[in-house]
Structures are given as C-alpha cells and as structure tokens.
C-alpha cells in the first residue's frame, strides 16, 4: 500500500505540472489576441495590459522550473516520466519566448501611434495570429492527450505562417521603395510580422518535444519552411 501511495503521489505532481503547463500557453495564447486588437484598434490601454501579463507568463516558467526539478531530486523519475517531465521544462521556455513576441508586438503598438500612418492592410496579420491561437490550442491538446500524431499536424502548419510572413514582407518592402516617409511604420510592422513568425517556430519546438514525450525518439522528417525573405536570422525582439 505504501507503494501505491507513492505512485498516486508521483502521478499527483505530474498532473499540477501539466495544468501549469496549460496555464501558460492559455495565457500566452491570450497576449497574442490582446496584442492583435491593439494593433488593429490602435488600443495603448491593451497594449499595455499586453506587457504587464509577460510578469505573469514568467512567474509559471520559473513555477514550472522549480516544480520539475523538485520532481526530479524528490522522485528520482526514470524513462517516460523522466522525459516528459524535462521536456516540461523545455516547453516552458518556449512558451515564455512566445510571450515575449507578444509583449514586443504590444510594444510596436505605441510606437506606430507615434510615427507616420500606413495604409497597409492588416488582416495578414490577424490571419497570422488566428494560426498561431489554433497552433498554440491543438499543441497543448497534443501535449494533454499524448498524440504524437495531432504534434506532427501542429509541426507541419508553420509553413502556412512562414509564407504568409512573406507575403507581408514583400508587400512592406514596396512601400519603403515608393515612399521614404513609410520607412519607420513599415520597418515596425515587419518587427511585429517577425515576431509573430517566430512564435510559430516555438510552436513547433513544442511539436517536436511532444512528440518525443509520446514516441520516446526525435522527429526524423526535415522540418517545411516557406521564410526566405532574408538568409539572416534575425531576431525580431527588441
């Protein structure tokens, strides 16, 4: 009976890790939605709020740090349970890189109130953002579930977000070449087009670790990527 106590208890702890996990990407999904109505309502309040939630996404990180090393040292896990529980860390810390996408989104936000308008459409951008909301839900459901299968769905969509990255960027990029006084307020919206790229590249991290919960191996297939606007690798953070 004792033993069975134990495991209870084991399995106890990975669950609070598991919900804390899903607490974070909800929070994260829901800066990413805030920073988009910003954007396109020109909204500083939400903006605002945006940044001051990235305080909460980095507190669960370090819960989620401190949680699974503790399960570590005081359950000395070995095999999947020893996997998925690294793997929590990891995927943490890709979700707290996705919150800070959405906090430097929200603060492009103030800065494009500030600088010449551009009459740029803007709904590649809200499209961009409902990919990586849906991303973010069926990777967590991935994760809940341990179906490696619905992770390599998540894994193989980011080309969606790359390309329409690129359409953007092009499109960008000939309003600087028509007109100097754009320069700024493009240069902006790429950060925040960037940002958002970038967040799905995380997205897929998580995919890939996921996956290597359930299956035990890495994914073998090259990842699809659509982004070959520039040979740098930028990041868009600042």
Same mark, same amino acid.
């Given at each position: 009976?004792?033993?069975?106590?134990?495991?209870?208890?084991?399995?106890d702890d990975?669950?609070?890790l598991?919900?804390?996990i !899903?607490?974070?990407?909800?929070?994260v999904?829901?800066?990413?939605?805030d920073?988009?109505?910003?954007?396109?309502?020109?909204?500083?309040?939400?903006?605002?709020?945006v940044?001051?939630?990235?305080?909460?996404?980095?507190?669960?990180?370090?819960?989620i740090?401190?949680?699974?090393?503790?399960?570590?040292?005081?359950?000395?896990?070995? +095999?999947?349970?020893l996997?998925?529980?690294i793997?929590?860390i990891?995927i943490?810390?890709?979700?707290?890189?996705?919150?800070?996408?959405?906090?430097?989104?929200?603060?492009?936000?103030v !800065?494009?109130?500030?600088?010449?308008?551009?009459?740029?459409?803007?709904?590649?951008?809200?499209?961009?953002?409902e990919?990586?909301?849906i991303?973010?839900?069926? !990777?967590?459901?991935?994760?809940?579930?341990? +179906?490696? #299968?619905?992770?390599?769905?998540?894994?193989t969509? #980011?080309?969606?977000?790359?390309?329409?990255?690129?359409s953007?960027?092009r499109?960008?990029?000939?309003?600087?070449?028509e007109?100097?006084?754009?320069?700024?307020?493009?240069?902006?919206?790429?950060?925040? +087009?960037?940002?958002i790229?970038?967040?799905?590249?995380?997205l897929?991290?998580?995919?890939?670790l996921?996956?290597?919960?359930v299956?035990?191996?890495?994914?073998?297939?090259?990842?699809?990527?659509?982004?070959?606007?520039?040979? +740098?690798? !930028?990041?868009f953070?600042?």
């Open positions: 009976m004792p033993h069975s106590h134990i495991v209870s208890s084991f399995d990975l669950s609070q598991r919900n804390k !899903v607490e974070m990407a909800e929070l999904s829901k800066q990413f939605r920073a988009e109505q910003a954007l396109v309502n020109n909204d500083l309040k939400l903006a605002r709020i940044r001051e939630t990235d305080i909460q996404v980095d507190q669960l990180e370090q819960d740090e401190k949680s699974a090393i503790e399960l570590i040292a005081i359950r000395s896990p070995l +095999a999947d349970d996997r998925e529980i793997s929590a990891k943490s810390n890709a979700l707290e890189r996705i919150g800070d996408y959405a906090k430097n989104m929200s603060k492009r936000v !800065v494009l109130n500030e600088t010449q308008k551009l009459d740029v459409n803007l709904s590649v951008v809200s499209q961009m953002i990919i990586i909301d991303m973010n839900k069926d !990777v967590i459901q991935a994760y809940m579930n341990k +179906a490696s #299968d619905k992770a390599i769905s998540v894994w969509r #980011d080309i969606v977000v790359d390309n329409l990255y690129e953007l960027f499109e960008l990029l000939t309003y600087m070449m007109n100097p006084e754009y320069i700024t307020p493009a240069t902006h919206l790429l950060f925040v +087009a960037k940002n790229e970038r967040a799905g590249d995380h897929t991290n998580i995919a890939e996921i996956y290597y919960i299956e035990g191996t890495p994914i073998e297939m090259v990842r699809p990527k659509g982004d070959y606007s520039s040979e +740098a690798n !930028v990041e953070t600042s």
